[in-house]
Nanobody, 115 residues
C-alpha cells in the first residue's frame, strides 16, 4: 500500500511555469515506475510523463521539451516541472504508480492555464 498526495497546482498565464509534487507515504524505490497523468474536462485520462526506477523518462508528444519529470527517492517524491504552459495543458493532474497487485492514484491537483 502507498498513498500519493499531489500538490503545486494552480492558475497560471500561458507561457508560465508550475512545479507539481507527488509525495508518497513510503519508499518509491521499489516501484518500477512513477507516472503523471492528466484529465481535461470531457476527455480521457492520458499519460503525460513516466520515470522508471533507473530514472529513464518518457513523455507524451504534446509536452516533450516543455515538461520534465524527476524523482527524489530520499524524499519519496516525484516532481513534474511544467514550463511554457499552454491553455490546452489545463487539466487535473494525477500521480500514479503500480504495485504487484494494485494501481495507486493520488487525489489530483488542478492546473488551469489562462490565455
Amino acid at each position: 500500500q502507498v498513498q500519493l498526495v499531489e500538490s503545486g497546482g494552480g492558475l497560471v498565464q500561458a507561457g508560465g511555469s508550475l512545479r507539481l509534487s507527488c509525495a508518497a507515504s513510503r519508499s518509491i524505490f521499489s516501484f518500477n515506475a512513477m507516472d503523471w497523468y492528466r484529465q481535461a474536462p470531457g476527455k480521457q485520462r492520458e499519460l503525460v510523463a513516466r520515470i522508471n526506477s533507473g530514472s529513464t523518462t518518457t513523455y507524451a508528444d504534446s509536452v516533450k521539451g516543455r515538461f520534465t519529470i524527476s524523482r527524489d527517492n530520499d524524499k519519496n517524491t516525484v516532481y513534474l516541472q511544467m514550463n511554457r504552459l499552454k491553455p490546452e495543458d489545463t487539466a487535473v493532474y494525477y500521480c500514479h504508480t503500480r504495485g504487484l497487485l494494485n494501481d495507486y492514484w493520488g487525489q489530483g491537483t488542478q492546473v488551469t492555464v489562462s490565455s
